[in-house]
């Protein structure tokens, strides 16, 4: 049964409801009586916010992005003083994220575009931005590894970024969902960085 909330809480408790049924089902199989069930608030304050799913998905993956952004941004593998440290433990921070239940580990951004690109762009570009940031972090720390190895690595900088972004950002989740298994993606993820660096 709904219960009353204040406008900010019902917001956020329906920001917070998309987010989890859309990784745990889908964009496209998430109804908005869906949304309202999991946020335990009625469609009429649903619409009092959002006048239509795709606002809502919109505001969610740009919630998730801005979520995911001081994630990142306060993980301890910032802090290393050593870049090659740095990327590693950015792998290792991928990775150690892959636990649990898989919708709870599941990327909305990703989730959302694959399915909606084409019909639904709008919510496309939170994803774009949030891998432009990621692309561009990654390349700057391997660009100063590279200059710091002592032997010559096999590829350049942005082709090992955009691989690494590839890798982490959207394989893991479609690896795990496929086998129902994270170490599965955590093993494949991180065979393929040692590959290419």
């Not at 993956?61 to 993980?75: C, D, H, I, K, N």
């Not at 090659?84 to 990775?95: M, T």
């Not at 496309?124 to 660009?143: F, M, P």
Request: net charge positive.
């Amino acid at each position: 049964m709904p219960r009353p909330h204040n406008s900010a809480e019902t917001r956020s408790r329906l920001l917070d409801a998309a987010r989890d049924v859309i990784r745990a089902q889908g964009y496209a199989a998430t109804t908005v009586d869906d949304i309202c069930t999991a946020a335990g608030v009625t469609k009429g304050a649903f619409f009092h916010h959002f006048e239509s799913k795709e606002r809502l998905g919109i505001a969610a993956v740009e919630q998730f992005g801005a979520m995911a952004s001081a994630l990142f941004g306060a993980a301890p593998y910032n802090a290393y003083p050593d870049p090659r440290d740095r990327v590693l433990g950015y792998v290792d921070f991928r990775a150690s994220m892959l636990q649990g239940d898989i919708a709870h580990y599941t990327c909305l951004l990703g989730t959302t575009v694959q399915e909606v690109y084409a019909t639904h762009p709008r919510p496309s570009r939170g994803l774009r931005s949030w891998n432009v940031r990621t692309y561009r972090v990654l390349t700057r720390d391997i660009e100063a590894a590279k200059n710091n190895a002592t032997r010559p690595t096999r590829h350049g900088a942005p082709k090992v970024s955009a691989t690494s972004c590839k890798l982490f950002c959207r394989a893991p989740y479609i690896f795990a969902k496929a086998k129902q298994n994270p170490e599965v993606a955590v093993r494949q993820a991180l065979a393929t960085c040692g590959a290419i660096w």
